[in-house]
């Protein structure tokens, strides 16, 4: 239970987590561009796996 404590309040997963978070709003972005925020919505901002990854986020700001 102390490495996973440990592991969460890593910055270098927070990085980590920050980039890829970043990358996927870029995406969202270009999708919002070239479709609609409907289906960037449902492709990037609402999906499971970008959800996912906010929640995971949040979880490690919350241990560092």
């Known amino acids: 239970m102390k490495k996973l404590f ?6 270098r997963l927070a990085v980590i987590l920050l980039v890829v978070l ?3 709003l870029s ?3 270009i ?4 479709a609609n925020a ?3 919505g ?12 906010q929640g995971l986020f949040a979880l490690c700001h919350g241990y560092c």
């Open 42 to 53: 449902r492709l990037v901002y609402y999906a499971p796996w970008f959800l996912g990854l």
């Open 27 to 29: 995406v969202g972005t």
């Open 6 to 11: 440990a592991f969460l309040a890593s910055l």
């Open 31 to 34: 999708v919002e561009t070239r």
């Open 38 to 40: 409907e289906t960037a």
């Open 22 to 24: 970043l990358v996927g």
